[in-house]
């Protein structure tokens, strides 16, 4: 069974930070690419912040220099650190895994509330 389990998640204040963590289960994580998804109310889910099977990074542009995901993969987790935190980076925030075997292979997580607010 495939479990991306998400952790980290709460009330920060504006400027101050939170690290999310995912930890993956019945994967080969390594083969994986992993991404953060985020999902305000009313929004679309858009992407936060990716890094692929051979550990290149890709970021929004909305938190470009404030945010950095990485991967462990000797704890088979990935990590969203996110810095200087602003009341628009509220949403839902999803850990996203996929990889391509014939045919794309996706998975998510359930979902962890972040709310920046003062």
């Known amino acids: 069974q495939v479990q991306l389990v998400e952790s980290g998640g709460g009330l920060v204040l504006p400027g101050g930070s939170l690290r999310l963590s995912c930890a993956a289960s019945?994967?080969?994580?390594?083969?994986?690419?992993m991404a953060w998804y985020r999902q305000a109310p009313g929004k679309q889910r858009e992407l936060v912040a990716g890094?692929?099977?051979?550990?290149?990074?890709k970021y929004a542009d909305s938190v470009k220099g404030r945010f950095t995901i990485s991967r462990d993969s000797a704890k088979n987790t990935v990590f969203l650190q996110m810095n200087s935190l602003k009341p628009e980076d509220t949403a839902v925030y999803y850990c996203?895994?996929?990889?391509?075997?014939?045919?794309?292979?996706?998975?998510w997580g359930q979902g962890t509330q972040v709310t920046v607010s003062s």
């Open positions: 019945g994967i080969i994580f390594s083969r994986n690419d």
């Open positions: 890094i692929n099977s051979g550990g290149s990074t």
């Open positions: 996203n895994a996929r990889r391509y075997a014939g045919r794309w292979y996706e998975y």
